[in-house]
Antibody
Framework: QVQLVESGGGVVQPGRSLRLSCAAS????????MHWVRQAPGKGLEWVAI????????YYADSVKGRFTISKDNFRDTLYLEMNSLRAEDTAVYYC??????????????WGQGTLVTVSS | QSALTQPPSASGSPGQSVTISCTGT?????????VSWYQQHPGKAPKLMIS???KRPSGVPDRFSGSKSGNTASLTVSGLQAEDEADYYC??????????FGGGTKLTVL
């Protein structure tokens, strides 16, 4: 069955960097685009970034553009989110999610369990 | 990109129907039939319930249905059951490779 397992979260100081990983299994990872979505404590969902199935295109929310980089390794079946210049407002649970169908449809059909990132001094 | 507008809360008794609205603009909900709905139980990951306004993924009960009129999409849960109590989020494609979520609606089964 489809499984997505995030890792790499933790407590980090403002201005520092962190890299999240999302290990995929149970499907042909190289055939699917992937999203990162975050959820601040007690708040709603916020779209963060998308990467095309082959890594050829990447797009970001304005709130993270220029600071975050999404990538995927289709040999290791792993999605990444490199987060730089972290701010307190980046504190959230970060979910990776698979997208099916046309990318624009935004169909996030499988989600990981999330990893918590806390930005605090 | 502004979040889509959802009522903070909704409620209904077991067996009743409840509808949750999701209001966007002509740049997102009104322009694309790319509205999805997600259910999230406390401490759990979101689960896809409806995609492309009306499509129900395999395994989702047919008590859940979606619709759209103009800039507003809706999720209707019929025959409410205790396990339907959760937070519900809508999302929409917003053009230019951006996606936007609603603020979420807490559904309470009385």
């Amino acid at each position: 069955q489809v499984q997505l397992v995030e890792s790499g979260g933790g407590v980090v100081q403002p201005g520092r960097s962190l890299r999240l990983s999302c290990a995929a299994s149970g499907f042909t990872f190289s055939s699917y685009g992937m999203h990162w979505v975050r959820q601040a404590p007690g708040k709603g969902l916020e779209w963060v970034a998308i990467i095309w199935f082959d890594g050829s295109d990447k797009y970001y929310a304005d709130s993270v553009k220029g600071r975050f980089t999404i990538s995927k390794d289709n040999f290791r079946d792993t999605l990444y989110l490199e987060m730089n210049s972290l701010r307190a407002e980046d504190t959230a649970v970060y979910y990776c999610a698979r997208t099916s169908g046309t990318p624009g449809a935004g169909i996030l059909d499988y989600w990981g369990q999330g990893t918590l990132v806390t930005v605090s001094s | 990109q502004s979040a889509l507008t959802q009522p903070p809360s909704a409620s209904g008794s077991p067996g009743q129907s409840v509808t949750i609205s999701c209001t966007g603009t002509s740049s997102d909900v009104g322009s694309y039939n790319y509205v999805s709905w997600y259910q999230q139980h406390p401490g759990k990951a979101p689960k896809l319930m409806i995609s492309e306004v009306t499509k129900r993924p395999s395994g989702v009960p047919d008590r859940f249905s979606g619709s759209k009129s103009g800039n507003t999409a809706s999720l209707t849960v019929s025959g409410l059951q205790a396990e339907d109590e959760a937070d519900y989020y809508c999302s929409s494609y917003a053009g230019s490779n951006n996606w936007v979520f609603g603020g979420g609606t807490k559904l309470t089964v009385l």
